[in-house]
């Protein structure tokens, strides 16, 4: 029997990013895959101190290879849930803060699938928040 030869990977060097467990445990699925993703983009960008950043929205749609159109969405679901904070500013570039998952809309109060049609996600047979209320909440800090 020929031995695989590998080199497990170090997680202990600056080019990884930490992304919290109940994300991905009970928010994805409610967020969907574009969300996720941009989440993950944002965490990836993410201060390790102050937990913000500034990444343009063409340059995550870009390293994501969605649509712009499609970054901003996800980023008011995300904004929604209370997962984000935005500091909107004239033109591409806003402040992001990670909010720590403890004021994240409780799992109770969760909708399923926001983006219930799209065909990343199966039809669970459960309610779906058609039409968020997005301006309406804002995430303590």
């Known amino acids: 029997m020929k031995e695989i ?6 997680v202990y060097t600056n080019d990884h990013f930490v992304m919290d467990d ?8 409610v967020c969907g895959v574009y969300a996720t993703c941009v989440y ?38 995300l904004e929604y849930y209370n997962i984000i904070k935005i500091e909107r500013t004239p ?9 720590d998952s403890k004021y994240w809309k409780p799992i109770e109060s969760l909708q399923q699938a926001v983006t ?16 968020p209320p997005y301006a309406s909440q804002t995430p303590p800090l």
Request: proline fraction near 1%; charged fraction near 25%.
């Open 22 to 29: 109940v994300y991905i445990d009970h928010y994805a699925k």
């Open 116 to 131: 219930k049609g799209h065909r990343c996600h199966r039809d669970t047979g459960t309610s779906v928040l058609q039409t």
């Open 40 to 77: 993950m983009g944002l965490c990836r960008y993410a201060d390790r101190i102050t937990q913000s950043c500034s990444p343009r929205i063409s340059l995550l749609a870009d390293k994501l290879n969605i649509s712009t159109r499609q970054v901003i969405r996800v980023l008011k679901i």
């Open 91 to 99: 033109g591409d570039v806003n402040k992001y803060w990670l909010i």
């Open 5 to 10: 030869l590998f080199e497990k990977r170090n």
